[in-house]
């Protein structure tokens, strides 16, 4: 356990250097951590037809009878980047909190654009509902959750059913929904790196989650999971007050909401509180946890 730690402490310095020196910390995070104290992972998990439809599992050590609840988490990379294995170390905090963690890889610009990628999430999320007993997992008790372009994804999943729906699922299938740092009120048609992802889309407010969540009312918002928004305050890649509009939208609609900023935490080092010589940074892995185990 000495050792392991120490690699912990080595890849938290290592990673904060990269951080400071304007690079992603995410591969150094993985290269030092390894499965431990009862955590394993299960790779290269098929869940849709295409070649990036493919998910890895961090399951905690699990009772004779106790099952256990579940995240779907969705990775960043404004919808032209990332893969799975670089999130290892969010996969393997959340199995240390008895959380049985998904994480999905998804197809990306310029393969597909919107709202493409989105039926590929509600698909994961489908695998996950359907496995759930194979995977030890209280299908009451399923959240998703995501950072950046992966929390749009959560927050759109959840906010428009018709995803889920295609997919022979119920939204209230969903628990809660955890979004970190996450582009929700943004128009995408006006920023130059985004304007193609989004390009062709009718009504470019079905892609905004503020926006959807602004349209619902009393008599007639479905059975929303409750929502928990974290943000950075010193963000300046996705401002804070995109978590501050759907918010304040979730709560104009009597929907359930928490919304958290860290102060002083930006767009990346939000992540780094997931690993375990760094979670001292901010309460994020805290915070997520709660969620989860509230629930509905």
Known sequence: MAMNHSYWIFGALLASALLFAGCSPLGTLNFVLADEDGVSTTEEIVYGPEPRHRLDIHTP????????????????????????????FVGQALARRGIVAVIPDYRLYPQVKFPDFMHDAAKAVRWVVENADELGVDAGRISI???????????????????????????????????????????????????????????????????????????????LPAFTLLHGAADTTVLPKNSERLASALRAAHLRVRHTVYPDIGHYKILLAFYPALQSTAPVLEDLVAAVNAGR
């Open 145 to 223: 959750a995501g950072h950046s372009a992966g929390a749009h994804l959560a927050a759109l999943l959840a906010l428009d059913p018709n995803y889920l729906n295609a997919e022979g699922i119920r939204p209230t299938a969903i628990a809660s929904v955890i979004g970190i740092s996450g582009p929700y009120a943004f128009n995408p048609l006006t920023i130059k790196s985004t304007r193609p992802v989004f390009a062709g889309t009718a009504d470019i407010d079905n892609a905004r989650p503020a926006a959807l969540a602004a349209t619902y009312h009393d008599a007639d918002k479905p059975n």
């Open 61 to 88: 050590a699990q009772s004779a009878t106790e099952k256990r609840p579940a995240v779907v988490f969705f990775y960043g990379g404004s919808w032209r980047n990332g893969d799975r294995t670089q999130y290892r």
